[in-house]
């Protein structure tokens, strides 16, 4: 009575019944696997595959069974999250400007004049872009800016962003780095005028979301003068180094 079903999210799987299924923490795995499943009737269930647990929900009824095959396809990591400054709309846009620079896409940038005066970092409401990206519950994310460090005037380097999200947790499950709040990560450039890609670092440089769907992104100079044209929150490419590329392709 085997059928095969179609994949709703991250895995490709036959089993005996029919139904939907993804991992908790995407696929890591591939193969045949004899399996028990523990649901008689139409609703949601899970299967054990070592440390992987395969949620699927039942469409109809059928008898216990200690015999499903579980045929799974590993998948990729979830979409790189870009965000380009030139598509962002105006009222994004807090005490930020947009400027022109050839180099970046669209051929523009947003940035801070810089007076050579302190910036104080959340939650202190000073220049900020905020803006929606789309995320996915659970899964590791790390984030980078294309950042353009300015020319260092009085007690600006020119080279500071802190970031926010909402719904972002630690490994524990806790909340951090929310708007309002004084927790956030840090991105800092080089002395060195010019484009770069940076890291937003904190003591967990990886989050996470609570949820998945959209999420509110708080980007705050922290200091005059510093700009960006290029927002990345990355699943996959990019958790452990930087993009090499000056601007990087949406997906």
């Given at each position: 009575?085997?059928?095969s079903?179609?994949?709703?999210?991250?895995?490709?799987?036959?089993l005996?019944?029919?139904?939907h299924?993804?991992?908790?923490?995407?696929?890591?795995?591939?193969?045949d696997?004899?399996v028990?499943?523990?649901?008689?009737?139409?609703g949601?269930?899970?299967?054990?595959?070592?440390r992987?647990?395969?949620?699927?929900?039942?469409g109809?009824t059928?008898?216990?069974?200690?015999?499903?095959?579980?045929?799974?396809?590993?998948?990729g990591p979830?979409?790189?999250?870009?965000?380009?400054?030139?598509?962002?709309?105006?009222?994004?846009?807090?005490?930020?400007?947009?400027?022109?620079?050839?180099?970046?896409?669209g051929?523009r940038?947003?940035?801070?004049?810089?007076?050579?005066?302190?910036?104080?970092?959340?939650?202190e409401?000073?220049?900020?872009?905020?803006?929606?990206?789309?995320?996915q519950?659970?899964?590791?994310?790390?984030?980078?800016?294309?950042?353009?460090?300015?020319?260092?005037?009085?007690k600006s380097?020119a080279?500071?962003?802190?970031?926010?999200?909402s719904?972002?947790?630690?490994?524990?499950?806790?909340?951090?780095?929310?708007?309002?709040?004084?927790?956030?990560?840090t991105?800092r450039?080089?002395t060195?005028?010019?484009w770069?890609?940076v890291?937003?670092e904190?003591?967990?440089?990886?989050?996470?979301f609570?949820?998945?769907?959209?999420?509110t992104?708080r980007?705050?100079?922290?200091?005059?003068?510093?700009?960006?044209d290029?927002f990345?929150?990355?699943?996959g490419?990019?958790?452990?180094?930087?993009?090499?590329?000056?601007?990087?392709?949406?997906?």
């Open positions: 009575m085997s059928r079903i179609r994949l709703l999210a991250i895995l490709a799987i036959g005996v019944g029919a139904g299924a993804q991992t908790s923490s995407g696929p890591r795995f591939s193969g696997f004899r028990r499943y523990e649901r008689t009737t139409a949601n269930g899970a299967l054990s595959l070592g992987e647990v395969v949620r699927f929900r039942l109809v059928y008898p216990l069974r200690d015999d499903l095959i579980v045929r799974a396809r590993p998948q979830p979409p790189e999250v870009v965000v380009y400054a030139s598509d962002l709309p105006k009222d994004a846009l807090s005490e930020f400007d947009v400027w022109n620079d050839p180099a970046s896409p051929g940038m947003v940035g801070t004049p810089n007076s050579g005066d302190e910036l104080d970092p959340p939650p409401n000073d220049p900020h872009v905020t803006f929606k990206v789309k995320v519950r659970g899964v590791p994310y790390r984030c980078w800016i294309h950042m353009k460090v300015g020319a260092p005037k009085g380097l080279n500071v962003l802190w970031v926010q999200f719904d972002a947790v630690d490994k524990a499950s806790r909340e951090v780095f929310r708007p309002g709040t004084g927790s956030y990560l991105a450039g080089p060195q005028e010019g770069t890609w890291g937003c904190s003591s967990e440089p990886l989050m996470h609570r949820t998945g769907g959209d999420v992104v980007v705050q100079a922290g200091m005059e003068g510093v700009g960006f290029q990345l929150l990355s699943p490419r990019f958790l452990e180094h930087a993009p090499s590329e000056a601007i990087v392709k949406k997906q």
